[in-house]
Structure formats: C-alpha cells, structure tokens
C-alpha cells in the first residue's frame, strides 16, 4: 500500500530530528508519571489550560515510539557539548498531521529536560527565583502561541535552547544572554568606544509582560554585572547589547520623548546593519503569526498600536536595529558557581 503524504510528513519529520543527534553529556531520560509531569509543568509555567493535553499526548516508548525516539534525540541535541547554537538547530515544527501531539512535541522534550537544566543551575549556584523567572519564560510562550493561532501549542523551541543551556537568564524586567559579538552578522562594528568582535557581550531581551520602566531597566542592568561576575566568573562582559525593532529611531516620530520604549532607546549607541523587522513587530505588538497580519483589522487602542499600523499603511517598514551599552560597574563578588561549557 502506498503511504499516504501525511505519513511521508511525519516520517521526513522524525528523520530531520535524528540527523542532528550528537554524543549527550546528561543521562537519557525516563518516562515521568502524570503527577511529575504536572509538577513539572508548574515550575515551567505552562498554563493551566494546556495542562491535560500536554499529558493527554505525553509520548512514552511503549505506545509511541518513534516520538519517544525523536525526543530523545532532541534531548542529547540540547545538552551535548558539540550541539549546533540554537538558530542552527534543525528543530522543525511537527506536521500538522500529529495534531496536538505535534504542537506539543517540543513542550514534552523541556518537561523531560528539566532536571538536567535544574541541575546545571544548581551548580552554578544560581538563585531559585532567578531560575523560576527564566523557566516560566516557556509557559509564556505559550499563552503567545495560544494568543496568536488561538489554540494550544508551543514553537519557540530553539528560542528555549538558551534557558535550558545555562545561556540565558531572566533579572528582573530583562533577559540576558552570554554570547560573543560577532559583527559580520551584525553589519559592522560598533566603534572604538563599543565591544570589540569577537568580545564576551551580555544579550539583551525584552519578555513582552510589563512595562519598560527606567526604573526597572536600571535594576536589571546593575543585577546582570553583578549576577554573571558571580556565577560565570571565567566570562566577564563589560558591555551589553540589543537586537531589536524596539530600538529602532523611527519610533521617535510617533511616541512622545518620555515614552518608556524612547528611553530604553537612548541607553543604546546604535550600530550595524538594518533589516526589515516588520513581521517582529507585529507579532510582539498583536501577537498575529508572520505573513498573516490584516492592517485593518488590528486594534488601535494605544498610540504603539496607532504607531505601527499608520507606519506601515504609509508604506514604510520597521527595522531590527542593533545597539551596545556599557554595563555598570559592580563591587567584586566571590564566584559562587562553576563556568559550564
């Protein structure tokens, strides 16, 4: 019998993800009983409504295993010391064929990750709260993927890669992510005053929960020095950077000087390329997926709203824009955790 074009999807799915499979350096993991799967969705964040079909589709290696399978070379790809950076990762969607028990796929990997990722913070020594804020950024995405395509489900997959490496931190209003600038990718350098290519950079993120008050931002920029001298003593970072339509100049055209995103902006010396960032924009503003955006039909409740909708209909675009700071000087601290991989 030929195989139908759903099954082809499915089986070319589950090759991609064991092409990729590297040597592990954590254990493979066990199934989880349903109440340490609800456990484990808590401390994750994972909302409550996608609780029951997240468990309801929970692959295990008796009754699904070649999704059993596939997670488990997912779970080797996470934490092996050789794995790709998360944006060369070859994670794909699962194919609309496997329903809900696709969507769900990658939620099930980080459910079976998680003491693997809990134990690397543990020997940093980072703080509970910290790790809850960072972990419950998955659950976050969630209520993102329900918002935008209005059901359950999960693709920010290769986003997560971070949190679960170790790479990234939420302190306070702010994300922050160890990484190396690399100007090539960027467009240019940052000039003589800024980091230097190649330089050890501190990542900013913008979680899109709360306002992006001075007051806040300040906070989290004097924890970032302090937090990453103290837990990853052997990378210090003098600088931070950020990648984002939010610091594009345009914006000043329509947001008064005060505006919270105006005054993120001018922490910033801009630098590098500009590309188009009009898909990012809209998915962070009205959470609707790339390429699907109805202008009319989007709300204009806020001058951001107002903003965005009126700068496009006049045929512009938004740009990605890239900036550096200095980050604030700290106190010595004592190194309280063992620099990873």
């Known amino acids: 019998m030929t195989r139908t074009l759903t099954a082809l999807d499915v089986e070319e799915w589950l090759d991609v993800l064991?092409?990729?499979?590297?040597?592990?350096?954590?254990?493979?993991?066990?199934?989880?009983?349903?109440?340490?799967?609800?456990?484990?969705?808590?401390?994750?964040?994972?909302?409550?409504?996608?609780?029951d079909p997240v468990l309801a589709t929970l692959p295990d290696p008796a009754r699904t295993p070649d999704r059993w399978r596939a997670l488990l070379h997912c779970h080797r790809t996470l934490f092996a010391r050789?794995?790709?950076?998360?944006?060369?990762?070859?994670?794909?969607?699962?194919?609309?064929?496997?329903?809900?028990?696709?969507?769900?796929?990658?939620?099930?990997?980080?459910?079976?990750?998680?003491?693997?990722?809990?134990?690397?913070?543990?020997?940093?020594?980072?703080?509970?709260?910290?790790?809850?804020?960072?972990?419950?950024?998955?659950g976050a995405k969630m209520t993102t993927y329900r918002l935008a395509h209005r059901t359950g489900g999960f693709d920010r997959q290769r986003w997560v890669m971070r949190h679960f490496r170790g790479t990234l931190h939420r302190l306070g209003r702010l994300q922050f992510e160890r990484t190396t600038l690399d100007t090539a990718a960027l467009g240019s350098p940052p000039g003589p005053d800024g980091p230097a290519d190649g330089e050890r950079v501190l990542d900013v993120h913008i979680p899109g929960d709360g306002p992006l008050t001075p007051a806040r931002c300040d906070a989290s920029l004097r924890t970032a020095r302090d937090f990453f001298t103290r837990h990853f003593p052997g990378a210090p970072a003098r600088?931070?950077?950020?990648?984002?339509?939010?610091?594009?100049?345009?914006?000043?055209a329509y947001l008064?000087?005060?505006?919270?995103?105006?005054?993120?902006?001018?922490?910033f010396t801009r630098f590098g390329s500009r590309s188009v960032g009009d898909d990012d924009v809209l998915e962070f503003v009205f959470h609707v997926p790339p390429g699907t955006a109805d202008l009319d039909r989007l709300p204009q409740q806020t001058t951001l709203h107002r903003a965005v909708v009126g700068h496009l209909r006049s045929g512009r675009h938004w740009r990605l824009t890239h900036g550096w700071t200095s980050l604030p000087a700290t106190p010595a601290v004592t190194p309280a955790g063992v620099l990873p991989r």
Do not use: K
């Not at 969607?93 to 459910?111: D, S, W």
């Not at 990722?117 to 709260?129: F, S, T, Y």
């Not at 008064?256 to 922490?267: C, H, K, M």
């Open 18 to 51: 064991g092409r990729q499979e590297a040597a592990g350096d954590v254990p493979d993991p066990e199934p989880i009983s349903p109440d340490e799967a609800r456990r484990r969705m808590r401390l994750l964040a994972v909302p409550t409504e996608d609780h």
């Open 82 to 138: 050789s794995a790709p950076a998360p944006r060369e990762t070859a994670w794909p969607a699962a194919p609309a064929a496997l329903g809900e028990a696709g969507r769900y796929f990658y939620v099930h990997l980080y459910l079976l990750a998680l003491p693997s990722a809990l134990e690397r913070q543990r020997r940093l020594g980072v703080p509970d709260d910290i790790v809850a804020a960072t972990f419950a950024d998955l």
């Open 239 to 252: 600088f931070a950077t950020c990648s984002s339509w939010l610091l594009d100049d345009q914006l000043a």
């Open 256 to 267: 008064p000087p005060e505006a919270n995103i105006l005054r993120f902006q001018r922490r």
